[in-house]
């Protein structure tokens, strides 16, 4: 699914402008943050709890339609003020369409939760990827047809409309489509500190596109959207496949009394083995990436894409946190794990718009630093996890970032890939970095080589 978003992402940027994309990334980016609070924290709640009947699902079902429903009236009425202050119009008929969502979410997002409680996470892809190619679809034959960047917010809603008519086709078992009003408070307590974690990780993202749309143009806008977006799908294809597994996991050894801190170390462990290395070439292969993916009108996001790298890694080597804090119960340390780098980062933007988006990227890795740090002595409270013990179970991740990253840097000494057509720079990397990443694992003995070596031995016996 991260790669048919990424060839939709490619044909878009291809067919319309920065301006237009921009324009959409403003309305999109508040409409983001919102819909972070629609859920209130009642999937975690669904997933956590040891037993769940039919009034738990009414209740949280409730519950979500009154957050939902409440939301997307204010997104409805909300747009005209918002385009007033940006003095963009078609941010009001943005908001418009994406509201729809919001309606219809609370008979999306519980059946989906009792998919991913139920461990059924095929029948859970199959409708994530019907959908997606719904939006696809529906994105770029709007953008053939003329409609620009009205074309974004159809298909953006085209996702959700098709999810809706799956489910309405056909819902897990323990589905309940009667709402009940009774017994939510104990959803609320949880729910209302997960979701302003979530509403803060988010904002990390989608407000500088708010703050550089209002102090810049919807050009720059666009341009540092598209180098933090770059960044952030190449991690996110990477992490989708553990991230669905994590929470459940880290619930199920608190639940079985296992060690919280070894569970959190070996989880971030095999997932840095994949991430980290990835971000690091990226970063110095920012510029043909940037060019294969998108074109070179957005050659000026690659040495944004560059430095918001340094802040991914920061990000990325404490990605399980969350989950961690949320499964002990400790959801109040996970708002303070959020907040506080949030706080750092929004007067950074301000500050450093003036000297230029670059400027803005080193704002983020300030505050990925402040938030590996802040992160580690949160979790040293909440489970026990020694700092030094992390630190080295990373020493491996580490060794293969720096042979990964030099290996790319000393292919682009010898042949310049910049000056390279973007296609054969990303083939010669391709061809390359895979071999040295995993000759690195097994001189390291990584864990994640020997879960490998354990795949592919399995597999030819069979």
Not at 258 to 281: D, E, F, K, R, W
Not at 326 to 346: D, H, K, Q, T
Not at 358 to 382: C, E, H, M, N
């Amino acid at each position: 699914m991260r790669f048919l978003g990424l060839g939709t992402t490619m044909v878009v940027a291809r067919l319309l402008t920065p301006e237009e994309i921009g324009t959409y990334a403003i309305a999109s980016a508040i409409v983001m943050v919102m819909a972070e609070f629609r859920m209130l924290g009642a999937s975690a709640y669904l997933i956590r709890e040891s037993e769940i009947g039919p009034e738990k699902v009414r209740a949280t079902l409730g519950l979500t339609i009154l957050i939902s429903w409440t939301l997307g009236l204010g997104i409805l009425i909300g747009g005209f003020p918002v385009a007033n202050f940006y003095q963009l119009p078609p941010i009001a008929g943005i908001f418009a369409i994406l509201s729809i969502s919001f309606f219809i979410a609370p008979y999306i997002s519980i059946p989906m939760t009792l998919l991913a409680r139920e461990m059924l996470f095929k029948a859970q892809f199959r409708v994530m990827f019907t959908s997606s190619v719904m939006s696809a679809i529906t994105t770029v034959s709007l953008i053939l047809a003329g409609c620009g960047f009205w074309s974004l917010a159809i298909g953006q809603l085209a996702t959700p409309l098709t999810q809706f008519l799956i489910f309405c086709w056909r819902s897990p078992a323990s589905m309940q489509l009667k709402p009940s009003f009774h017994g939510m408070k104990p959803i609320i307590g949880f729910g209302i500190l997960n979701s302003i974690s979530l509403l803060i990780r988010k904002a990390t993202v989608t407000v500088p596109d708010l703050i550089i749309g209002k102090l810049g143009t919807t050009g720059d806008v666009a341009m540092f959207s598209r180098g933090l977006g770059f960044l952030e799908f190449v991690s996110q294809t990477l992490v989708m496949g553990a991230q669905p597994v994590a929470f459940p996991y880290l619930t199920k050894t608190r639940r079985e009394g296992g060690n919280m801190a070894t569970a959190y170390i070996q989880s971030s462990v095999l997932l840095g083995a994949v991430v980290i290395p990835v971000l690091g070439v990226a970063s110095l292969a920012s510029q043909p990436a940037i060019r294969l993916f998108f074109g070179d009108q957005w050659d000026a996001a690659a040495p944004i894409a560059s430095v918001l790298a340094i802040w991914a890694i920061f990000r990325y080597s404490h990605w399980f946190a969350r989950d961690a804090l949320m499964a002990v119960g400790r959801e109040g340390l996970m708002v303070i794990r959020e907040a506080v780098p949030f706080a750092i980062l929004v007067p950074m933007i301000i500050w450093s718009y003036p000297q230029g988006l670059q400027a803005i990227a080193k704002a983020f890795v300030v505050a990925g630093s402040v938030d590996f740090i802040l992160t580690s002595i949160l979790l040293r409270y909440a489970i026990r996890l020694q700092i030094h013990r992390f630190l080295l179970a990373h020493w491996s991740n580490l060794v293969t970032l720096v042979t990964c990253t030099g290996a790319t840097w000393l292919i682009d000494k010898q042949m310049h890939l910049d000056t390279m057509p973007a296609w054969q720079a990303i083939g010669l990397l391709a061809l390359i970095i895979p071999l040295v990443w995993i000759g690195t694992l097994a001189i390291c003995r990584h864990t994640l080589y020997r879960e490998i070596a354990k795949i592919i031995v399995s597999r030819v016996k069979s």
